[in-house]
Every structure is written in C-alpha cells, then in structure tokens.
C-alpha cells in the first residue's frame, strides 16, 4: 500500500509500511502515541486514545486479536470482532492511524524466542491462564518495535498486565514511555471489557459484583479494618451471593503484586471470576484518593 492511500484511509496492514511511516514521523520530529488493542473498542480503548494525544504529536493504535495470550480452551475464535466499526471509532476519535496485521505478519513463522514474565506472571491472572503473559509481553514487544512509539498506553483494568509490560521496559530497556491510564466504567460501576458482549441481561447484573465487591472492601478499610483476611473475606461474600465464581480475590501491594497481611492506602485489590461462561477482572486501591 502506497503511503498516500495509507493517509487517505489511516489503515496500515504491513509491518514495513508501519515501520516506514514511524521512521519519517521520528525524523520530522514528531512524537508518537501508541493505543494497543484488540479491538471491538468501547469507551475505555478511545479513553486511551484521549490520553495518547495528551503525550503526543501522533496517535497509533494497533488492532490485533494475538493468538499466542490465548490457551487452548479460551475464546480466541468467539472473541468479538468488528474491524469496519473499530475504524470507524477511531477515525471520530482523532486516531491517526491503525495499525491491523495479519496473523502472518505478526508470526512469520512458529515463534521459538519469547518474552517469559517469570514467577510475576505465573500468579493471580497467570494460575488460571497459564503462558498468557508470555503471549502478551512477546507481542508487545514485537508492536514496540514495529510502532516505534515514545509512549504507549495502557489501561488500568488489566492492572496485573500494564505491571509487567512496565517491568518488561524497565528491565529490557526498552525506549518507550509506558502510561497507565485509570479504569473506565459504566454509570452502574461495571468495568468496561470487549468481553462484556458476552453478558446476557442476567449475566451483565451479576458481573456488578465486582464492582461491588470491591466498594465494600474499600469501605471496610475507610471504617477501620486494615486485616487482609478479613478484607478478602468480605468481597468473596459479595462475589458469592451474586453467583459469580470467584478465580481469584487478593490484596497486593503495588510495587511487587505480592499478597499483604495489613492493606495500606495504596494496597490494590485485585479481582477475577466468571459470571456465567464470561471470565471478567476489576480492581481498585483501597484509598479512595489512592490513583496509581
């Protein structure tokens, strides 16, 4: 594809062609954003974008539904799509351009060098969902490289994931930014997820639970309680009269996600059960004031 078509339509499939229209935007000095997404974007993916424009000059945003985060028994081939729309939403939102590979752009060949994550990513979201971080961090990875972005945005959602790409940055010395903008929700406290498209009714008003469990918990430590178990103990409540099945509850700390005995302000409660088939995740610090 040409480079005019490229700015004619603001679609890019190829990786040279991303990885041209990056370098001239570097040379002539200008800062670039990077969205990744998998796409069937909702409120909080545009809120990135928002964030994105605030730190630069241009806006990227990637759409890609990665193969290598999805086990064997997961959703890879029901999960949402709608490139068409997506395109459209991001054109209204002030994306400049979206990146959409193929498959066999991303993953010429069967991939043998990954991104391991290490014991930080074998907990919480890990036990359940084993070799996702490795999926997750290899293609951002490889999106880095490709994009050439300044600064790259995350959502806060998916907090155990926006932890290890920092980490990832850090201990590779990658040269990108990594911003983690806060959770969007619906005006009812539900987190906004692609996957919420699998919520029928019923489902959609027990996956509040979450929300809810995590409000109680915040408002047991407000009133005093500082005891983790004790914490844990309420939220599981609320998760269980609702009929969620609750994956995991815990209270970390949030410069290590590892599990505290007495929570802090800053302690972070993390959350992730099923409602129904739909596997969904929240969480919140435990200080109202508290944004990480």
């Known amino acids: 594809m ?15 062609e991303m990885r041209r229209w990056s370098g001239q935007r570097r040379r002539a000095g200008q800062r670039i954003g990077f969205v990744p997404t998998m796409g069937y974007l909702h409120e909080g993916h545009l809120s990135l974008v ?41 054109a209204e939102r002030g994306v400049d351009v979206v990146f959409a590979p193929a498959t066999s752009q991303m993953y010429a060949r069967a991939q043998t060098i990954w991104v391991e994550p290490g014991a930080l990513g ?17 293609v951002v990875l490889k999106l880095f490289e490709i994009v050439q972005p300044h600064v790259a945005v ?35 406290g539900l987190a906004l997820s692609s996957r ?10 027990r996956a509040l639970s979450l929300a809810r469990a995590i409000a109680t918990v915040r408002e047991a430590y407000a009133a005093g309680e500082t005891t983790a178990a004790s914490l844990i103990a309420r939220g599981s409540e609320v998760l269980e009269a609702a009929g969620a099945e609750t994956d995991y509850l815990e209270i970390v700390g949030p410069g290590d996600l590892e599990p505290v005995e007495r929570a802090s302000g800053d302690s972070v409660l993390l959350v992730a059960a099923r409602v129904g088939s739909t596997r969904l995740i929240d969480n919140g610090t435990l200080g109202y004031d508290v944004e990480l």
Do not use: W
Not at 179 to 188: H, L, S, Y
Not at 196 to 205: T, V
């Open 50 to 90: 928002d964030r994105a424009r605030e730190a630069a000059d241009l806006v990227v945003m990637s759409i890609f539904v990665n193969p290598a985060q999805f086990g064997p028994d997961e959703d890879l081939d029901n999960y949402p799509r709608d490139l068409e729309r997506d395109l459209s939403l991001a």
């Open 2 to 16: 040409a480079t005019e078509s490229v700015e004619a339509s603001g679609l890019i499939r190829g990786v040279e």
């Open 196 to 205: 919420n498209a699998y919520l029928d009714p019923a489902d959609r008003d």
């Open 122 to 138: 074998q907990r919480l979201c890990g036990v359940s969902r084993p070799g996702h971080f490795r999926g997750v961090l290899t």
């Open 154 to 188: 995350f959502g806060r959602k998916d907090f155990q994931q926006a932890f290890l790409i920092r980490r990832m940055v850090e201990e590779l010395a990658v040269p990108v930014e990594v911003d983690v903008a806060p959770i969007v929700r619906e005006p009812d």
